[in-house]
């Protein structure tokens, strides 16, 4: 616009120019001018068809960047929904897959107790086989009267393998407090035998979900001292670096899951640690700090 306002002026002065000069002045400078001016007026012209070639082509270009900026952030988002959909895939099945792991446990801990019934049902028959054999022998201080062994005449615990499966099943309905004391009772009164860990893990975790932390790490802990080497021993572990979490205790925390992803590298708990880590936004340690060893 600014171009062809410019070429209109310059027309006109000439227009107003030619009829002022007198017909013996129109000589070779005012065609020379003329000339000039329509010269100018075309190469302005020129300019301008040029300039409005070149306005056209950037905004064509800047039409084909925001199309193509659109659909990156398109796709960008898309990816980014997707592994966010991975990731939660991922998590679900690892935890559904923990999950089933903890049944197979229970079942393994059901079946072993079985197996300590039955092993107990034949020692408690070769006990009494061989009290059958032996001949009866005097009381102590009445000569010739045969006496039976003294019966201690006191409360006895179930069978462990009826303490243990009942508490097992009020934990898997939900019966948490029932289930606690059963479990603590297992820990008082068969805390040798193979399941006594197990028993002191479910102590800790109806602690834990029913939101007492404080009592969960302390009940986790003595798993992991008193059991060290029980197959609930990685579950304390991880347990007892969320309960810490939970606690408002990060460092802490953290250091108990690289501890656990440390000591159980290959374990499910292991991987439910390294991606509670992930989440936390903390490093995945490869050696034991000294903390972490005073810690075990």
């Given at each position: 616009?600014r171009?062809q306002?410019t070429i209109?002026?310059?027309?006109?002065?000439?227009m107003l120019?030619?009829?002022?000069?007198p017909?013996?002045a129109?000589n070779?400078?005012?065609?020379?001018?003329q000339t000039?001016?329509?010269?100018?007026?075309d190469?302005?012209?020129r300019m301008q068809q040029?300039i409005?070639?070149?306005?056209g082509?950037m905004?064509n270009?800047?039409e084909q960047?925001?199309d193509?900026?659109?659909?990156?952030?398109t796709s960008?988002?898309a990816m980014?929904?997707?592994?966010?959909q991975?990731?939660?895939d991922t998590?679900?099945?690892?935890?559904q897959?923990?999950?089933?792991i903890?049944?197979l446990n229970?079942s393994?801990?059901?079946?072993?107790?079985?197996?300590?019934k039955?092993q107990?049902?034949?020692?408690?028959?070769?006990?009494?086989q061989?009290a059958i054999n032996?001949?009866?022998?005097p009381?102590p201080?009445q000569p010739?009267?045969?006496?039976?062994?003294?019966?201690?005449?006191q409360?006895q615990?179930p069978?462990p393998d009826?303490?243990?499966?009942?508490?097992l099943?009020?934990?898997?309905?939900g019966r948490y407090?029932?289930?606690a004391?059963?479990?603590?009772?297992?820990?008082?009164?068969?805390g040798?035998?193979?399941?006594a860990?197990n028993a002191?893990f479910?102590?800790?975790d109806?602690?834990?979900?029913?939101?007492?932390?404080e009592?969960?790490?302390r009940?986790y802990?003595?798993?992991?001292?008193?059991f060290?080497?029980?197959n609930k021993a990685?579950?304390?572990q991880?347990?007892?670096g969320?309960?810490?979490?939970?606690?408002?205790q990060?460092?802490?925390?953290?250091r108990?899951?690289?501890?656990?992803?440390?000591?159980?590298?290959r374990?499910?708990?292991?991987?439910?640690?390294?991606d509670?880590?992930?989440?936390?936004?903390?490093a995945?340690t490869?050696?034991p700090?000294?903390?972490t060893?005073?810690?075990?």
């Open positions: 616009m171009l306002k209109a002026t310059l027309t006109l002065a000439t120019v030619s009829p002022l000069t017909a013996f129109a070779k400078d005012i065609i020379q001018l000039q001016v329509q010269a100018l007026a190469q302005m012209q040029s409005d070639e070149r306005m082509i905004r270009l800047v960047s925001t193509s900026i659109n659909k990156m952030s960008v988002t980014q929904r997707a592994l966010e991975q990731n939660t998590q679900g099945r690892v935890e897959v923990s999950g089933q903890q049944t229970d393994v801990d059901e079946l072993k107790a079985r197996f300590a039955v107990k049902q034949m020692d408690d028959m070769q006990a009494a061989q032996m001949p009866p022998q009381v201080g010739g009267v045969f006496g039976q062994p003294a019966q201690q005449a409360n615990a069978p009826v303490l243990y499966n009942n508490a099943r009020d934990y898997n309905a407090d029932l289930a004391q059963q479990f603590a009772d297992y820990v008082k009164f068969y040798n035998t193979d399941l860990g002191q479910y102590v800790a109806v602690e834990y979900r029913q939101g007492n932390f009592a969960a790490v009940d802990d003595k798993v992991l001292e008193q060290p080497g029980g990685a579950a304390s991880l347990k007892k969320y309960a810490l979490l939970e606690l408002g990060k460092d802490a925390g953290v108990e899951l690289n501890a656990l992803i440390q000591r159980f590298p374990s499910l708990e292991a991987q439910s640690a390294r509670r880590l992930r989440r936390l936004g903390a995945v490869t050696k700090s000294p903390a060893r005073r810690n075990r």
